[in-house]
Protein backbone atom coordinates (compact mmCIF):
# COMPACT_ATOMS: atom_id res chain seq x y z
CA UNK A 1 0.00 0.00 0.00
CA UNK A 2 1.00 3.45 -0.64
CA UNK A 3 2.10 5.76 2.41
CA UNK A 4 -0.78 8.37 2.54
CA UNK A 5 1.63 11.58 1.56
CA UNK A 6 2.96 9.69 -1.80
CA UNK A 7 -1.14 9.01 -2.55
CA UNK A 8 -2.33 12.01 -1.82
CA UNK A 9 0.33 13.89 -3.63
CA UNK A 10 0.04 11.23 -6.67
CA UNK A 11 -3.85 10.72 -7.22
CA UNK A 12 -5.81 13.02 -4.62
CA UNK A 13 -3.86 16.44 -4.90
CA UNK A 14 -6.40 18.42 -5.76
CA UNK A 15 -9.16 17.07 -2.66
CA UNK A 16 -8.85 18.55 0.64
CA UNK A 17 -7.16 16.46 3.39
CA UNK A 18 -10.54 15.09 4.72
CA UNK A 19 -11.65 13.70 1.31
CA UNK A 20 -8.40 12.37 0.53
CA UNK A 21 -8.70 10.35 3.96
CA UNK A 22 -11.90 9.27 2.85
CA UNK A 23 -10.25 7.96 -0.26
CA UNK A 24 -7.58 7.07 0.83
CA UNK A 25 -9.33 4.41 3.34
CA UNK A 26 -11.58 2.74 0.17
CA UNK A 27 -8.08 2.24 -1.58
CA UNK A 28 -7.88 -1.84 -2.04
CA UNK A 29 -4.30 -2.89 -3.15
CA UNK A 30 -3.80 -4.72 -5.85
CA UNK A 31 -1.34 -7.60 -6.00
CA UNK A 32 1.62 -7.06 -7.90
CA UNK A 33 2.94 -10.15 -8.76
CA UNK A 34 1.07 -10.66 -11.58
CA UNK A 35 2.38 -7.82 -13.34
CA UNK A 36 6.09 -9.41 -12.74
CA UNK A 37 5.37 -12.76 -13.15
CA UNK A 38 6.51 -14.24 -16.65
CA UNK A 39 3.33 -16.48 -18.48
CA UNK A 40 4.03 -19.31 -20.81
CA UNK A 41 1.38 -18.61 -23.30
CA UNK A 42 2.69 -21.07 -26.05
CA UNK A 43 -0.33 -23.16 -25.65
CA UNK A 44 -3.02 -19.97 -26.31
CA UNK A 45 -0.99 -19.00 -29.41
CA UNK A 46 -1.50 -22.77 -30.70
CA UNK A 47 -5.11 -22.72 -30.20
CA UNK A 48 -7.05 -22.28 -33.53
CA UNK A 49 -9.36 -18.92 -32.51
CA UNK A 50 -10.84 -17.08 -35.02
CA UNK A 51 -9.96 -13.41 -35.13
CA UNK A 52 -11.67 -10.45 -36.86
CA UNK A 53 -10.97 -6.61 -36.32
CA UNK A 54 -13.36 -4.15 -36.24
CA UNK A 55 -11.55 -1.06 -37.81
CA UNK A 56 -13.65 2.07 -37.22
CA UNK A 57 -12.85 4.90 -39.75
CA UNK A 58 -13.90 8.03 -37.79
CA UNK A 59 -11.96 7.08 -34.82
CA UNK A 60 -9.80 10.10 -34.11
CA UNK A 61 -8.16 8.51 -30.66
CA UNK A 62 -5.66 6.76 -32.99
CA UNK A 63 -4.51 7.90 -36.79
CA UNK A 64 -5.96 5.57 -39.31
CA UNK A 65 -3.41 3.35 -41.55
CA UNK A 66 -0.09 4.82 -39.86
CA UNK A 67 2.54 2.11 -40.44
CA UNK A 68 4.24 3.18 -37.38
CA UNK A 69 1.72 3.27 -34.61
CA UNK A 70 -2.34 2.96 -35.79
CA UNK A 71 -4.37 0.02 -34.84
CA UNK A 72 -4.60 -1.44 -38.32
CA UNK A 73 -2.39 -2.58 -39.87
CA UNK A 74 0.13 -2.21 -37.42
CA UNK A 75 -1.76 -4.01 -34.49
CA UNK A 76 -4.23 -6.50 -36.42
CA UNK A 77 -1.36 -7.72 -39.23
CA UNK A 78 0.90 -9.12 -36.08
CA UNK A 79 -2.19 -10.96 -34.21
CA UNK A 80 -3.03 -12.88 -37.72
CA UNK A 81 -6.32 -11.17 -38.17
CA UNK A 82 -8.38 -13.32 -40.67
CA UNK A 83 -11.63 -10.80 -41.25
CA UNK A 84 -11.18 -7.00 -40.80
CA UNK A 85 -14.95 -5.25 -41.32
CA UNK A 86 -14.46 -1.51 -41.96
CA UNK A 87 -17.43 0.91 -40.68
CA UNK A 88 -17.89 4.50 -40.63
CA UNK A 89 -20.98 4.07 -38.37
Known amino acids: MLPFP ?10 SYTQAQQLYKKVTPEP ?5 EKLD ?4 YSLQVPKSYVHLMED ?3 PLGSPDFGWHPHMSK ?3 IISI ?4 R
Open 41 to 44: LKKF
Open 6 to 15: FFRESFANLA
Open 32 to 36: AQPLF
Open 60 to 62: TVI
Open 85 to 88: YSST
Open 78 to 80: PAG
